[in-house]
Structures are given as structure tokens and as C-alpha cells.
């Protein structure tokens, strides 16, 4: 993988992250992403993919923000505590 294709790849990463916190839905996001193009490999883009990304070990204030609302909409983090939002 080239530096570009790298710096593509963090973007789309990115885009995904975002899309999260502005949808709070993984299948909407999958769509506009698969939509917008974006692939795993050669195949279109899952909803797995896509909770994997917000599960993962958040790198910045946006990410560990949809990360937390992830966990909560899916019920993977109490209901009730909502002083981690």
C-alpha cells in the first residue's frame, strides 16, 4: 500500500467516524459509504465493518465520541450511565 492509499484509507476511516456521530445508525452509514464507493478489500463495505471501526481503540475526541454512542444505542455499555456522553 502506497502513502497515498494509506492517507485515502485514514480518511475514509474518518469520513466513517463521523458519519456515525451525525446518523447514530451503522446500516445508514454503511449505505452512504458503499454509495460513496468505499470498499474492504473487493468487497463492499459490512455493517460488521463498520461496528469494528467503532469498537476500535479511539485516536481522537471524535472517535472515542462514537464510540460511546455506538456501545450505548447497541447496548454493549449500561443504558443508565449517561455521564460518559
Do not use: C, W
Not at 455506538?70 to 443508565?80: L, P, Q
Amino acid at each position: 500500500m502506497s502513502i497515498d492509499e494509506a492517507k485515502e484509507k485514514i480518511e475514509e476511516l474518518e469520513q466513517v467516524v463521523h458519519l456515525y456521530v451525525i446518523h447514530e445508525n451503522v446500516t445508514t452509514v454503511m449505505g452512504i459509504v458503499n454509495e460513496r464507493g468505499y470498499h474492504v478489500g473487493k468487497r463492499n463495505v459490512l455493517t460488521t465493518d463498520i461496528s469494528d471501526i467503532l469498537r476500535a481503540r479511539p485516536t481522537d475526541a471524535m472517535q472515542e465520541l462514537a464510540g460511546k454512542l455506538f456501545r450505548k444505542i447497541s447496548g454493549e455499555e449500561r443504558a443508565d450511565d449517561e455521564s460518559n456522553i
